[in-house]
């Protein structure tokens, strides 16, 4: 994560999350887009911002996780992009639904503090880009 900053967009309908995870992943040198649900993250995509990491929690009105993660996928927005659920939700069925659809990790937020969600996302990053 040294010469060009890498781009997040993280997407979760808890405005002081989304605060709080903007202000550590630009802390640590990520360009940070925000989307509180999936609609906006879908915009946001389609008005042609390219990302290369997804970062989303997965309990959202409107779109879960998975089907925002879903509908990126059939649309093509993010092709290249590694996608990370970042949730409460560490149910076994949870974490193999994400597994079947291509996520490539799966952080719960209860058991993680913020600065270890920014390591994991950059160790999931770097595993899954080599």
């Known amino acids: 994560m040294t010469q060009e900053k890498k781009k997040i967009l993280i997407i ?3 405005r002081f999350l989304l605060n709080m995870y903007s202000m550590k992943f630009s802390k640590s040198g990520f360009d940070v887009k925000i ?6 993250a879908i915009e946001i995509l389609k008005d042609g911002f390219k990302t290369d990491i997804l970062l989303m929690d997965l ?12 509908t990126i996928k059939k649309d ?25 659809l291509g996520v490539h990790g799966y952080i719960v937020k209860a058991t993680t503090i913020p600065s270890e969600v920014v390591e994991e996302v950059i160790e999931i990053y770097n595993n899954n880009k080599k």
């Not at 989307?35 to 906006?40: I, L, V, Y």
């Not at 409460?88 to 994400?98: H, K, T």
């Open 76 to 100: 093509k927005l993010a092709e290249g992009s590694i996608a990370i659920m970042l949730t409460n939700q560490g149910l076994v069925s949870d974490i193999n639904r994400a597994k079947e």
């Open 35 to 40: 989307a509180g649900g999936g609609p906006e």
């Open 12 to 14: 979760d309908d808890d």
């Open 59 to 70: 309990i959202m009105p409107v779109m879960d996780g998975f089907a925002v993660y879903e």
